[in-house]
């Protein structure tokens, strides 16, 4: 609650000062950042626990159902859409600006549905033959399309909440303040640290260094070029997609 408070103040302080008020909305993205964050800690579990009544459980750290899983995604899509309306109201500013909107169709829609649909495709193979992320029994056809649903649910909010906060609030305020090109690798970065602590892999720094700051920097382009988070939440979706699957293998 602290940081979330010192964050709003920083913020509000930064919009009344004439040397810091181009700056001031950094603070505001990281104050709504925070505030999900502070929400996360506490409604998901609250749900899944005395509402749902599927705690996680090892190799899930979000539920013991399926049903639960994919829940407790849309609990936290809904936490992230209303931190980030709390920063565009605080800024009178507009979904348009943190590219909530349709943008521009072309190569950036191509490579996220493509990338989408191939990686959907790859994780089936991947997830038979390797073992970077580890799951549970082995995966036939029938197993696999028995989860599709679920897993598509799950990956698409995870995928556009993750979006919104990073390539759609925080990038556009960082690129006020130092341009586009800075603006990219700082919210890369940061969406890097996001994934210090993973447990879902053995392997966490080559997680971060090979997948998930790159992914940041894709997303990055693909929000740019079209004017949209839509390409990069479905391509961030479909990168998702062995994580997911792997949760639900421990639940199915």
Do not use: C, K
């Amino acid at each position: 609650m602290a940081v979330v408070a010192a964050f709003l103040v920083l913020a509000l302080l930064a919009r009344r000062s004439a040397i810091m008020h181009r700056y001031w909305e950094i603070p505001l993205a990281f104050f709504g950042m925070a505030l999900f964050v502070l929400a996360d800690r506490y409604v998901p579990g609250f749900l899944v626990v005395q509402v749902l009544h599927s705690p996680p459980v090892p190799g899930n750290p979000l539920a013991s159902t399926v049903p639960g899983t994919v829940v407790v995604e849309l609990d936290e899509l809904l936490l992230t859409l209303l931190a980030v309306l709390v920063v565009v109201w605080i800024s009178r500013s507009s979904l348009a600006s943190i590219h909530v909107r349709r943008g521009r169709f072309g190569r950036a829609y191509a490579i996220g549905i493509v990338g989408l649909v191939a990686f959907y495709v790859l994780t089936f193979f991947a997830l038979s033959h390797a073992r970077f992320i580890p799951v549970h029994g082995t995966f036939d056809l029938g197993r696999y399309l028995g989860l599709t649903p679920a897993l598509l649910a799950a990956v698409a909010a995870n995928g556009f909440l993750e979006e919104l906060m990073f390539r759609g609030l925080l990038m556009s305020r960082l690129n006020i303040a130092f341009g586009p090109y800075l603006a990219t690798f700082i919210q890369a970065a940061i969406f890097a640290s996001w994934h210090v602590g993973v447990a879902y892999t053995a392997s966490a720094i080559v997680f971060i260094v090979l997948f998930a700051f790159p992914l940041g920097l894709i997303g990055a382009y693909l929000t740019r070029s079209s004017g949209s988070i839509v390409p990069s939440s479905l391509f961030h979706a479909g990168v998702d997609m062995p994580i997911y699957l792997a949760f639900l293998s421990y639940i199915s």
